[in-house]
């Protein structure tokens, strides 16, 4: 069973940064295409980005192209996500995820053992 815990959610100013950590338990984190998406209240869960297994491929959502930054550390089994400039449009709740077929995604539903997400607030 891989489990999924994102942290470093909080409470920030616009124009702040903030940098998101997804811990993953398992012995095969290198072998997976990473994601990170947000659900907003009253929104559909989005694509934010992603990371290909060794990390050698990043790919963005329009809305995170130039703010954010998708690394990893396989090493640490950790995934990160390093936000700047955030908007309150931001506002979300943050979920890691593994691609179930290992491709360069971008949809919910080619994803799967998400996390229970870390809560980033933006305010204006």
């Known amino acids: 069973q891989v489990h999924l815990v994102e942290s470093g959610g909080g409470l920030v100013q616009t124009g702040g940064s903030l940098r998101l950590s997804c811990a993953a338990s398992?012995?095969?984190?290198?072998?997976?295409?990473m994601g990170w998406f947000r659900q907003a209240p009253g929104k559909e869960r989005e694509f934010v980005g992603g990371?290909?297994?060794?990390?050698?491929?990043?790919y963005y959502a329009d809305s995170a192209k130039g703010r954010f930054t998708i690394s990893r550390d396989n090493a640490k089994n950790t995934v990160y996500l390093q936000m700047n400039n955030l908007q309150p449009e931001d506002t979300a709740v943050y979920y890691c995820?593994?691609?179930?077929?290992?491709?360069?995604?971008?949809?919910?539903?080619?994803?799967?053992?998400w996390g229970q997400g870390t809560q980033v607030t933006v305010s204006s």
């Open positions: 995820a593994r691609n179930t077929n290992n491709i360069l995604g971008r949809e919910v539903d080619e994803y799967d053992n």
């Open positions: 398992g012995r095969t984190f290198s072998s997976y295409v």
């Open positions: 990371i290909s297994p060794k990390g050698y491929t990043t």
